[in-house]
């Protein structure tokens, strides 16, 4: 068990349909990243938050976005899913940047049918 | 652009047959090298952080190993349950992003 908590496991829903998924960190750990994992793009970052602050950018479409709250736990938010959006999507945190261990959740499953 | 190439993409062992995998990277300024375990639906798992060529880590019977363009994570020995996708990472530079670039992973298979 990373200490990394994501809900919820899994997720279907429809093309064109908005869903939110929850990202719990290790306690202590400053850090959240989101990744998506589909079978033919490996592992993409999407985005970064640091205490609360968004702070790095990767492969994030528009159509999504993602918060950290006071409290530490983070969101990502999808809107207008189409087809390619299943995958899995991944939460990572550490206490600070890359530098130090990052650790990952579980993962949510996301099919849009 | 940053890149991590990993090889082979799959490879099946005997149980005890020892190998390697490689992970080749380009980035400007290495911040470190990464290396994850990922079982199948499960979200990968931290297995070792090398910074400088010529450092090595070990951990059971996986080393991990660093050149100034390669690393290699090197099986002595393996069980059955060693099998998983072993992931290689490098932080993102430039661009603002701060994210770990991944490799697609080799997908290994050690056989009983």
């Known amino acids: 068990d990373s200490g990394v908590t994501q809900t919820p496991k899994h997720l279907i829903t429809a093309t064109g349909q908005r869903v939110t998924l929850r990202c719990s960190p290790r306690?202590?750990?400053?850090?959240v990243y989101w990744y998506q994992q589909s079978l033919d793009q490996g592992l993409q970052f999407l985005i970064q938050y640091y205490n609360g602050e968004e702070r790095a950018k990767g492969n994030i479409l528009e159509r999504f976005s993602a918060q950290q709250f006071p409290d530490l736990h983070s969101e990502l938010n999808l809107s207008s899913l189409e087809l390619g959006d299943s995958a899995l999507y991944f939460c990572?945190?550490?206490?600070?940047?890359?530098?130090?261990?990052?650790?990952f959740g579980q993962g949510t499953r996301l099919t849009v049918v | 652009e940053d890149q991590v190439t990993q090889s082979p993409e799959a490879l099946r062992l005997q149980e005890g047959e020892s190998s390697s995998l490689n992970c080749s990277y380009t980035?400007?300024?290495?911040?470190?090298l990464f290396w994850y375990r990922q079982d199948p639906g499960k979200g990968p798992e931290f297995l070792f952080t090398?910074?400088?060529a010529g450092e090595e880590k070990e951990k059971e019977r996986l080393k991990a190993t660093l050149t100034k363009k390669e690393s290699f994570l090197h099986i002595t020995a393996p069980k059955p349950e060693d099998s998983a996708t072993y992931l290689c990472a490098v932080p993102t530079s430039g661009g603002g992003a701060d994210g770990l670039t991944f490799g697609k992973g080799t997908h290994l298979i050690i056989q009983p």
């Open positions: 090398l910074y400088s």
């Open positions: 990572a945190s550490s206490v600070g940047g890359w530098g130090t261990e990052a650790f």
């Open positions: 980035v400007s300024g290495l911040r470190g």
């Open positions: 306690s202590g750990d400053l850090s």
